[in-house]
Nanobody, 121 residues
């Protein structure tokens, strides 16, 4: 069983900063992509940023100059540092990971429970 445990988030004022962290745990051999998605009320879930174990990243245009994603491969932890927050960043943020289990060669996609980020104007 693989678990993604999220921490961080909360309430910030516009222009402020918040950080999110997500740790993968369980019986797996490796974690390929790790990242963050978000879903605002009435909107579809969208990619915020992801990072592969090789360090390559994929970051949404809307946050590219404000958010930074980083990763500790040894600890299977991914962090999202959010600066210059805007009210439109308000959403439920979900950790996501592609994990290869110990009993097979394939990767499976897992989601965290979600952590709320609220930005007030």
């Amino acid at each position: 069983q693989v678990q993604l445990v999220e921490s961080g988030g909360g309430l910030a004022q516009a222009g402020g900063s918040l950080s999110l962290s997500c740790a993968a745990s369980g019986a797996f051999s490796r974690v390929d992509n790790m990242g963050w998605y978000r879903q605002a009320p009435g909107k579809q879930r969208e990619l915020v940023a992801s990072i592969h174990s090789d360090g390559s990243t994929n970051v949404a245009d809307s946050v590219e100059t404000r958010f930074t994603i980083s990763r500790d491969n040894a600890k299977n932890v991914v962090d999202l540092h959010m600066n210059s927050l805007k009210p439109e960043d308000t959403a439920l943020y979900y950790c996501n990971a592609d994990v290869a289990l110990k009993n097979g060669p394939f990767t499976y996609n897992y989601w965290g429970q979600g952590t709320q980020v609220t930005v007030s104007s």
